[in-house]
Structures are given as C-alpha cells and as structure tokens.
C-alpha cells in the first residue's frame, strides 16, 4: 500500500541549510520548468526573512535508503526551489540588498546595497541573525512518486501537472530517452513554441512514439494522445537504454536533417500539433533518398498556399481545393488523432509529390 508521512524538520537554521546544501537536489524529475526569479524577487525574499515576515514552507523529500545511497543525496525539493536558491544566491555573494532595504526593529541600520559579506562586517548581529532565523520545512516520506507528484501539484496553487510534466516524473529509460532527445540542438534552436512546462519532451515523446510504432509497433501511425503515450512510458520503464538506442539514433539522426533545414526559431515550427508531420515527411524523403531535393522553402510555398485557398474558400467555396481545406481544419482540431498525422502528411507529401 502507498503511504505518505510529513513532520517538521528540526535544525533547519538557514546556516545550517546551507552548509547541507549539496545533500540536496534541487531539480528532481517532477519538479516544473519554473520562472527564474528577478533581482526584485530574490531582494524581497531576504527583505521579508531580516524582517521576520513568516515565508510560506518549503517541502523536502526525504529520500529512500537506496538512493540516498545511489545519489549521495538526503533530500529533494518539492517546492521552495526559487526560496531555497534565493538565500544560497545572497550568502554566496550573488546579489545585495535592495538599496531602499529598512530594517524594521531599527531604523538606524541602514545596510541597503549590502552583499552578505558587507553585513558580517558592518552589522555582524544582523548577519548572526539572518544565519539563525529557522526555515519552515516539512520533510515528505513515501514510496509512491505519483503521491509527490500529486503534492507538487496542490501546492502550486492548485495548478495541475499537466501530461509532459507528470511523465517526467515516471522515471525508466523510456524517460529519460525523452529528456534526452528534448535537448536535441533541433528543439534549442529551431523550435519556435514555449519550453515553459517541458512543451519540448511532450514533441519529443510524440516522435519517438511514432518512430516506435512505425518499426516495431504495430507499422503504421499512431495517436500521439495523453492516455498512450503515458502507457508507452511506463511500459517501457524497466526496458534498458541499450534496448531503446534504435529509438534515440532515429530520432536523432533525423532530428540532425531538421536542423539543418529549418532556420533558428522558425516561423513554421510555432505549432506542436505540426511537428509530428514535418518529422514523418523528412523521415520519408530520408528514405527515398530524396532529401537533397527537399528544402524548407518548399514549405513555405505549400503554407503559402493554404492561405491563399483559404481566402478562396471566403470568397467562393467551390473554387478552392478541398485537400488544402481538408488540412487546414485537421491542423485546427484533433492533431494527436492517428487519421489527422496520416491525412496531413499524405496532402503535404501530394502536394510536393513525394
């Protein structure tokens, strides 16, 4: 049976904290792309810890016996990551107080623009202050990830994980085959849509689930939806890397092809629901042979087109082609859907005679 257990922890003086800080990982697989803090954020944590506001708790997790061991690691934010690197930041030297900074017990202390170091030399009591002063954090024990994920997910405010998020947090070579191929130079540079909440390892599970299916699946294309690709993540969990590695040379050989062809932040890579059908059109013109006859201002002529047969469509409906309609709305509505790929990527491929 799943469990969960939470206490306080005790000892938690921020010295302390950070004299451990490298017992701790800060960047476990269910945590979110979060926003990097500001200087004007991180200035007004340190503001309100000297002030003695109370700051919302910070969630660790408490490893298990075999990874404290594996990872050489005792713990693992749950939330308070921005906190915790904030207060590490100033005690590091990495910025200085707000230059407005009151110190609220003593109008006469003045340390606005101090580092933590001009503190210990200035007001050496403010600084043994500020290093005593106890951080809230509740330690979480349980053996169940999805608990953690699911305590992620109340914490941030109610905001649910969404897909690409929890899969992360499954862990297994499948992926960490994702997170792989997400770094790929191809979704660095040439993707043009936000990475905020890991958009990039959702395309690249749809891709790998593809080419899976395409070669040892079931030889056709699949839907790419939540509910399969979850399934294809956690079946393949306890698969070794050395299995899947057919899997990360085709997506990454093909990958290499695309970035070559697309430009840097591509106006034609806005859409995720497009890129499955870029990916499979490259990887048949890969296998023809045909490549070196392929160029991206091909798919600017086809994107061209559309517009124009859409304008058409405005105008007198019986004058434009139904194949460009046809496109247009599958690009629009039920892009994960296995019949969508397969007709958008038959039109796209008639169109520039593949």
């Given at each position: 049976m799943p469990y969960i257990e939470t206490y306080i922890?005790?000892?938690?003086?921020?010295?302390?904290?950070?004299?451990?800080?490298?017992?701790?990982i800060v960047d476990p697989d269910y945590q979110r792309n979060g926003d990097i803090w500001g200087l004007e954020k991180r200035q007004l944590l340190i503001d309100s810890i000297l002030n003695e506001y109370d700051i919302p708790k910070i969630y660790f997790h408490k490893l298990s016996k075999e990874e404290r061991l594996k990872k050489g690691k005792e713990y693992a934010i749950i939330d308070g990551r921005q906190r915790l690197e904030t207060i590490w930041k100033f005690i590091d030297g990495d910025f200085t107080l707000a230059d407005d900074f009151q110190y609220l017990k003593d109008p006469k202390i003045k340390p606005g623009g101090f580092t933590y170091s001009d503190l210990a030399k200035n007001y050496p009591k403010l600084k043994i202050k500020f290093d005593s002063i106890s951080l809230p954090i509740v330690s979480i024990t349980t053996d169940d990830l999805e608990l953690i994920e699911d305590m992620f997910s109340r914490l941030n405010e109610a905001v649910p994980l969404n897909s690409a998020e929890k899969r992360n947090a499954y862990g297994g070579a499948m992926s960490r085959l994702i997170s792989k191929i997400s770094l790929h130079k191809f979704f660095k540079e040439n993707i043009n849509f936000s990475n905020k909440r890991y958009q990039h390892k959702e395309a690249a599970a749809k891709i790998i689930f593809l080419i899976h299916s395409l070669t040892t699946g079931k030889k056709r294309i699949v839907d790419t939806k939540k509910i399969y690709?979850?399934?294809?993540?956690?079946?393949?969990?306890?698969?070794?890397?050395?299995?899947?590695?057919?899997?990360?040379?085709?997506?990454?050989?093909?990958?290499?092809?695309?970035?070559?062809?697309?430009?840097?932040?591509?106006?034609?890579?806005?859409?995720?629901?497009?890129?499955?059908?870029?990916f499979l059109l490259i990887r048949d013109y890969r296998s023809l042979n045909k490549l070196n006859k392929f160029s991206r201002n091909m798919l600017i002529q086809f994107k061209n087109n559309l517009e124009k047969n859409r304008k058409k469509a405005e105008t007198n409906i019986r004058t434009a082609e139904f194949d460009l309609l046809e496109y247009d709305r599958l690009s629009q509505q039920g892009t994960n859907d296995a019949s969508s790929i397969t007709t958008r990527l038959e039109i796209l491929k008639s169109y520039l005679k593949l």
């Open positions: 922890l005790p000892q938690t003086s921020i010295l302390k904290i950070y004299s451990e800080k490298d017992e701790v690709l979850d399934d294809f993540v956690k079946t393949h969990k306890s698969t070794t890397d050395k299995e899947l590695e057919y899997l990360r040379k085709e997506s990454t050989s093909i990958l290499n092809e695309m970035s070559n062809i697309f430009i840097k932040k591509d106006p034609l890579l806005k859409a995720q629901g497009t890129l499955p059908v870029y």
